[in-house]
């Protein structure tokens, strides 16, 4: 079945930075790519996501961007704040008779301020 | 009211007795969906409804039921709990009828086996 795997698992930036989040799927037949943050203490929250017809998404200080042939997602955060502390988690999603969603293990993120 | 709600927030179970976890929404989502979250895990489905028609993950199977008696509850039932089922249970709901869509996730229900 469909596996994502997330590199790295864990990043330390100081406020300002920019970090970049790897993701990688094994099944072609994934079409549509959510991903997620975790604050702590919260709920999982949708951030942004991509469609397997395009190469490229952003939303303020997040890009996503989409590689079809490699299988492989990045996403870059801008001007870090300590407010985007947080679980990132890659996710990769197949229609059956629903979107049927494969999640990434996380990237524990934390911003210094 | 765009939140996901479980109950019970917490849940004490003993090895060998049933566990029944419940999750609403009130977005008239036509998909909900329960993960099963460990630590430094992925959350890891373990079923959906897609309006009435349910959806097993084919290596949980026989570990979990669930019923959807109307459009806006879910539920998550064990049989029998063992160790293992220790966990965080996330509900989510999504509005699939028009293609690709965001799930919205519950707080999470955090079940603990003894």
């Known amino acids: 079945g469909e596996q994502v795997e997330q590199l790295p698992s864990s990043l330390i930036v100081q406020e300002g930075a920019s970090v970049l989040i790897n993701c990688s799927y094994t099944d072609s037949a994934s079409v549509y790519f959510p991903w997620y943050k975790q604050e702590p203490g919260k709920r999982l929250q949708f951030i942004i996501d991509i469609r397997s017809n395009m190469e490229r998404k952003q939303n303020q200080r997040l890009t996503l961007l989409f590689d079809k042939k490699t299988k492989h997602l990045s996403l870059h955060i801008t001007a870090t704040q300590p407010g985007d502390s947080a679980i990132y988690f890659c996710?990769?999603?197949?229609?059956?008779?629903?979107?049927?969603?494969?999640f990434g293990k996380g990237t524990h993120l934390h911003v210094l301020p | 009211d765009t939140t996901v709600k479980q109950n019970p927030r917490y849940k004490l179970a003993r090895v060998g007795k049933p566990v029944n976890l419940i999750c609403s929404q009130t977005m008239n989502h036509d998909t909900m969906y329960w993960y099963q979250k460990k630590p430094n895990q992925a959350p890891k489905l373990l079923l959906f409804y897609y309006d009435k028609i349910l959806n097993r993950e084919a290596d949980t199977f026989e570990k979990f039921q669930s019923s959807r008696p109307n459009n806006s509850f879910c539920s998550l039932y064990i049989g029998s709990a063992g160790l293992e089922y220790s966990a965080m249970y996330l509900c989510a709901s999504s509005r699939e009828r028009e293609g690709y869509a965001e799930q919205f996730f519950g707080p999470g229900t955090r079940l603990t086996v003894l």
């Open positions: 996710s990769a999603s197949m229609y059956t008779n629903a979107y049927k969603v494969i």
